[in-house]
């Protein structure tokens, strides 16, 4: 699981990000075509509301390549987040809510 800060973003541009994944327990990288959803959710700290939540079935995450997850927020979505730090977190999903693979707990800086 990544547990490092992001690197510092916008909120006057795009937000893209790309993540390598592999198995801890035999450095393969993780094949992500068996978890139909992948969700990220950006967190504002203080009140824990989610500001911003991304998902594969919507088309805001793709996996174009095993273990690779790559995400796209578009500027006049992140023009409405204000400057500062939000926990970030990155979870697959196979079927329930119970069956999920965490990937990220982290965070990043929202720059003017």
């Known amino acids: 699981m990544i547990t490092d800060a992001l690197p510092p973003t916008t909120n006057f541009g795009a937000w893209t990000e790309t993540v390598e994944f592999s198995d801890t327990e035999d450095n393969s990288l993780?094949?992500?075509?068996?978890?139909?959803?992948?969700?990220?959710?950006v967190i504002d700290p203080y009140s824990q509301a989610h500001v911003l939540v991304l998902t594969k079935?919507?088309?805001?995450i793709t996996t174009p390549s095993p273990g690779v997850i790559e995400w796209?927020?578009?500027m006049g979505v992140m023009n409405g987040l204000k400057p500062g730090p939000y926990d970030?977190?990155?979870?697959?999903?196979?079927?329930?809510?119970?069956n999920l693979l965490p990937l990220m707990r982290s965070s990043i800086s929202v720059v003017s």
């Not at 079935?57 to 805001?60: H, P």
């Not at 970030?88 to 119970?98: F, K, P, S």
């Open 30 to 41: 993780i094949d992500f075509s068996i978890y139909p959803e992948i969700t990220l959710s």
């Open 57 to 60: 079935t919507r088309g805001q």
């Open 72 to 74: 796209y927020v578009e």
């Open 88 to 98: 970030v977190r990155l979870v697959a999903q196979i079927d329930t809510a119970q």
